[in-house]
Structures are given as C-alpha cells and as structure tokens.
C-alpha cells in the first residue's frame, strides 16, 4: 500500500518559517521524482516545489524562489520544503507527490496558515 504522509504544518507569522517532510512508503522511492503542491480556497492546485529522484535537479513556482527550497532522503523516504520568509499569500494545504512514468500518487496535505 502507498503512502505518502505529509507533516510540519501550521500556524506561522508573516516573515515565519516552517519545514514540511512528506514521508513515502510501499514505493521505490528513489525512483520517483517529488513534487510539492499547494491548493488554497477557491484556487486550482499549483505547483510549489519539483525534485527529480536523485536530487540534483530542481524546480521552483516563480512566487516562492529564493524562498523556498526543496530537498530529499532518499535512506528516509522522505522529501522536504524549506520554506522561509513566509507571506500570508503563502496560506494553502500543501501536498506532495510522488511520479515515476504513468505512477502517480498523493499526499493528504497538511495545512500552512500564514497570519499575525
């Protein structure tokens, strides 16, 4: 069984940081590139955060370079965003996800509310 288990959400003030970790299971998790998603009320799901499988190639949503930063585990199994500086635009479930050719799967999110 697939899973992927996001964590470290919360409250934040604006200028805040905070450290997600999307823990996988039941796949070959160096295989798969990792992505991280955000989707906030009322918008489409965006694309946060890309990481090919290796970790040596990554890719950034114009709104969170240079403060964001997206990094992997491939021992652990697990994937991360660094994410500094914090806006309260930056308000959404985060998701991440996992896509290895036609294998896609998701997390269930976990929640960055970015308010004073």
């Known amino acids: 069984q697939v899973q992927l288990v996001e964590s470290g959400g919360g409250l934040v003030q604006p200028g805040g940081s905070l450290r997600l970790s999307c823990a996988a299971s039941?796949?070959?998790?160096?295989?798969?590139?990792m992505n991280w998603y955000r989707q906030a009320p009322g918008n489409e799901r965006e694309m946060v955060a890309q990481?090919?499988?290796?970790?040596?190639?990554?890719t950034y949503a114009d709104a969170v370079k240079g403060r964001f930063t997206v990094s992997r585990d491939n021992a652990k199994n697990t994937v991360y965003l660094q994410m500094n500086s914090l806006k309260p635009e930056d308000t959404a479930m985060y998701y991440c996800n996992a896509v290895f050719w036609k294998s896609k799967y998701w997390g269930q999110g976990t929640q960055v509310t970015v308010s004073s």
């Open positions: 990481i090919s499988n290796t970790g040596l190639s990554t």
């Open positions: 039941g796949i070959n998790f160096s295989v798969y590139a």
